[in-house]
């Protein structure tokens, strides 16, 4: 069992930058891929970012390519998203969730793909 919870959400104003926290516990942190999935108001829950469990791959949605980075420390069980520029449409309650996964594994950006998941922090950016 992983428990993952995040942190770091707020209001913000367009172009202004916000960094979400997923402190991870129960399993050992460096075995697992990592995810950042953001769910608007009657909207799916669509992916951000994923890191591989070295943190050596991460692969990004295009509507955040080039503003968002999703770095982790293992040393601190902890995944973070940094998002810079935001833009209105990056409001959503944002997501982080864990999959197990080998040295090699795949990392997929499927909602499917993940087993555990938090219970999410809400990002808000005003025009």
Same mark, same amino acid.
């Given at each position: 069992?992983?428990?993952?919870?995040?942190?770091?959400?707020?209001?913000?104003?367009?172009?202004? !930058?916000? +960094? &979400?926290?997923?402190?991870?516990?129960?399993?050992?942190?460096?075995? &697992?891929?990592?995810?950042?999935?953001?769910?608007?108001?009657?909207?799916?829950?669509?992916?951000?970012?994923?890191?591989? +469990?070295?943190?050596?791959?991460?692969?990004?949605?295009? !509507?955040?390519?080039?503003?968002?980075?999703?770095?982790?420390?293992?040393?601190?069980?902890?995944?973070? &998203?940094?998002?810079?520029? &935001?833009?209105?449409?990056?409001?959503?309650?944002?997501?982080?969730? !864990?999959?197990?996964?080998?040295?090699?594994?795949?990392?997929?950006?499927? +909602?499917?793909?993940?087993?555990?998941?938090?219970?999410?922090?809400?990002?808000?950016?005003? !025009?």
């Amino acid at each position: 069992q992983v428990q993952l919870v995040e942190s770091g959400g707020g209001l913000v104003q367009a172009g202004g !930058s916000l +960094r &979400l926290s997923c402190a991870a516990s129960g399993r050992t942190f460096s075995w &697992l891929a990592m995810g950042w999935f953001r769910q608007a108001p009657g909207k799916e829950r669509e992916f951000v970012a994923a890191i591989r +469990r070295s943190g050596l791959s991460q692969y990004y949605a295009d !509507s955040v390519k080039g503003r968002f980075t999703i770095p982790r420390d293992n040393a601190k069980n902890t995944v973070y &998203l940094q998002m810079n520029s &935001l833009k209105p449409q990056d409001t959503a309650k944002y997501f982080c969730a !864990s999959k197990e996964t080998t040295a090699g594994g795949t990392v997929l950006t499927t +909602r499917g793909f993940y087993d555990y998941w938090g219970q999410g922090t809400q990002v808000t950016v005003s !025009s």
